[in-house]
């Protein structure tokens, strides 16, 4: 809060036309006031809503001469530009009163077909479009989820770690979120049970297990397939929903994508895809793939925040779909993160001292690195800086955001040379920090 007293002292004190304010300070001043009279309009569900630990790091990260291991962006430069912008500039030109238009609420009928068999693709093989509502991003359909199924102080249930941006929605809701323990196979059915039942007998309002089962964020963890169904069961005794975020499901490194919870179990998961990692995260595409019993309340729900997702980025995108080889552009970056993904992990086996763990992913964007218990991660954050690279802290991905020991670094972005000096200059810094 500005300190208006001192502003109101300067006021008062009698000036001379030769020492007027300057115009800065009178807006300053003036901005001062109008944060005193509209301090008490904030809801108490702002109050809760955080900057993300991940977006002040990336913003440090984006100096020149510091490698980021930080931020987990898709690698845009092999993307086709020229053809995008043949494509964005004949949309606009030919069919821009439509592309220009405001469209349906829950996205244009092309798209949502195409959307299906992109789901194909990732194991899903009866989706309907009439089930599928088109949002900004996955990130808006799991705010939806929340505004549809949350009341303040319910709980719903997560990985630890999982997605730092799906906690912050959760906060912003009031909504508790409970981590449940994973291990190298990923969510350990006998915890999730345990912790149902745990929060059950003290009263909790549980609504939904959100989930990221293949290559997890921050953890690139993945759900066994032999423990997905069994997740499923319990969750569907207990009468919780389960929310499946599959934003990196297509970009396995190898073979087919793991089948998702959704496939088999079309009434009890709401399934969210992303067309951020697999083409843009600018166009702010995504959609929420919903139980048919549930679909209406989460498209108006949908509506009631957006009105309608972007008609022109649905229209491009849908023009990329069909004019496009998008399956082979996502093979190609799936040997593209393969290849980064490996230099890292050669590099920690390199480079890192005695005491350090680290996962092996199998896709996605992310390796989550395991220091001796009891060296908290975040104060290492600085040293780091000044060593030239960065790195997410652990604590930024569990919900009470204890100190951690562990922490996250994303291979996604960086060429393979870069990611072996940003480890080489990581190491020193872990080491002191080992040593005590
Ligand atoms: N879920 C997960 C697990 C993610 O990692 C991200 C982005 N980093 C999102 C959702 C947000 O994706 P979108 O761009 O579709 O909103």
């Given at each position: 809060?500005?300190?208006?007293?001192?502003?109101?002292a300067?006021?008062?004190?009698?000036?001379?036309?030769?020492?007027?304010?300057?115009?800065?300070?009178?807006?300053?001043?003036?901005?001062?006031?109008?944060?005193?009279r509209?301090?008490?309009?904030?809801s108490?569900?702002?109050?809760?809503?955080?900057?993300?630990?991940?977006?002040?790091?990336?913003d440090?990260?984006?100096?020149?001469?510091?490698?980021?291991?930080?931020?987990?962006?898709?690698?845009?430069?092999?993307?086709?530009?020229?053809?995008l912008?043949?494509?964005?500039?004949?949309?606009?030109?030919e069919?821009?009163?439509?592309?220009?238009?405001?469209?349906?609420?829950q996205?244009?009928?092309?798209?949502?077909?195409?959307?299906?068999?992109?789901m194909?693709?990732?194991?899903?093989?009866?989706?309907?479009?009439?089930?599928v509502?088109?949002?900004?991003?996955?990130?808006?359909?799991?705010?939806?989820?929340?505004?549809?199924f949350t009341?303040?102080?319910?709980?719903v249930?997560?990985?630890?770690?999982?997605y730092v941006?799906?906690?912050?929605?959760?906060e912003?809701?009031?909504?508790?979120?409970?981590p449940?323990?994973m291990?190298?196979?990923?969510?350990v059915p006998?915890?999730?049970?345990?912790r149902i039942?745990?929060l059950?007998a003290?009263?909790?309002?549980?609504?939904?297990?959100?989930?990221?089962?293949?290559?997890?964020?921050?953890s690139?963890?993945?759900?066994?397939?032999?423990?997905?169904?069994r997740?499923?069961?319990?969750?569907?005794?207990a009468?919780?929903?389960?929310?499946?975020?599959?934003?990196?499901?297509?970009?396995?490194?190898?073979?087919?994508?793991?089948?998702p919870?959704?496939?088999?179990?079309?009434?009890?998961?709401?399934?969210f895809g992303?067309?951020s990692?697999?083409?843009?995260p600018?166009?702010?595409?995504g959609?929420?793939?919903?139980?048919e019993?549930?679909?209406?309340?989460f498209y108006?729900?949908?509506?009631a925040?957006?009105?309608c997702?972007?008609?022109?980025?649905?229209?491009?995108i849908?023009?990329?779909?069909e004019?496009?080889?998008?399956?082979?552009?996502?093979?190609?970056?799936?040997?593209?993160?393969?290849?980064?993904?490996?230099?890292?992990?050669?590099a920690?086996?390199?480079?890192?001292p005695?005491?350090?763990?680290?996962?092996?992913?199998?896709?996605?964007?992310?390796?989550?690195?395991?220091?001796?218990?009891?060296?908290?991660?975040?104060?290492?954050?600085?040293?780091?800086?000044?060593?030239?690279?960065?790195?997410?802290?652990?604590a930024?991905?569990?919900?009470?955001?204890?100190?951690?020991?562990?922490l996250?670094?994303?291979?996604s972005a960086?060429?393979?040379?870069?990611?072996?000096?940003?480890?080489r200059?990581?190491?020193?810094?872990?080491r002191e920090?080992i040593?005590?």
């Open positions: 809060m500005v300190n208006l007293r001192c502003y109101h300067t006021m008062a004190t009698p000036r001379t036309p030769a020492q007027p304010l300057s115009t800065e300070a009178e807006l300053s001043i003036a901005r001062a006031e109008a944060a005193h509209h301090a008490h309009l904030f108490e569900r702002s109050a809760h809503i955080k900057q993300s630990a991940v977006r002040d790091v990336f440090i990260s984006m100096r020149p001469g510091l490698v980021s291991l930080a931020g987990g962006n898709p690698f845009l430069q092999s993307l086709p530009l020229e053809k912008g043949t494509m964005a500039y004949k949309l606009i030109t069919q821009g009163l439509t592309a220009l238009q405001y469209g349906g609420g996205g244009t009928d092309l798209i949502r077909e195409q959307i299906c068999r992109v194909e693709h990732e194991g899903i093989m009866d989706a309907l479009p009439e089930n509502v088109v949002t900004t991003g996955s990130q808006s359909a799991q705010d939806v989820a929340c505004k549809v009341n303040p102080g319910d709980v249930l997560c990985e630890d770690p999982t941006g799906a906690l912050n929605t959760f912003s809701y009031q909504v508790r979120a409970e449940v323990r291990d190298g196979n990923g969510l006998e915890e999730l049970e345990a039942a745990q059950r003290e009263g909790a309002s549980i609504k939904f297990l959100y989930t990221i089962p293949s290559f997890n964020n921050p690139g963890i993945t759900l066994a397939p032999e423990r997905r169904q997740i499923v069961d319990i969750c569907r005794d009468e919780i929903l389960i929310l499946e975020d599959n934003p990196y499901g297509l970009l396995k490194f190898e073979g087919t994508p793991y089948v919870l959704r496939a088999d179990n079309p009434d009890d998961v709401i399934y992303s067309f990692k697999i083409l843009a600018g166009l702010r595409i959609w929420a793939l919903v139980p019993h549930l679909q209406r309340r108006l729900a949908s509506e925040v957006t009105l997702p972007p008609t022109l980025n649905q229209m491009l849908s023009h990329y779909l004019g496009h080889d998008w399956v082979g552009q996502i093979a190609s970056y799936r040997g593209l993160y393969a290849e980064r993904c490996a230099a890292m992990l050669a920690l086996a390199e480079d890192m005695e005491g350090v763990e680290w996962t092996t992913p199998e896709g996605g964007f992310f390796v989550w690195v395991t220091l001796p218990e009891g060296v908290d991660t975040y104060p290492l954050l600085r040293p780091a800086i000044e060593a030239g690279v960065v790195f997410i802290p652990g930024a991905f569990s919900p009470a955001g204890a100190p951690s020991n562990k996250r670094l994303a291979f960086v060429a393979a040379d870069k990611i072996r000096e940003g480890v200059r990581l190491a020193p810094v872990l920090a040593a005590g």
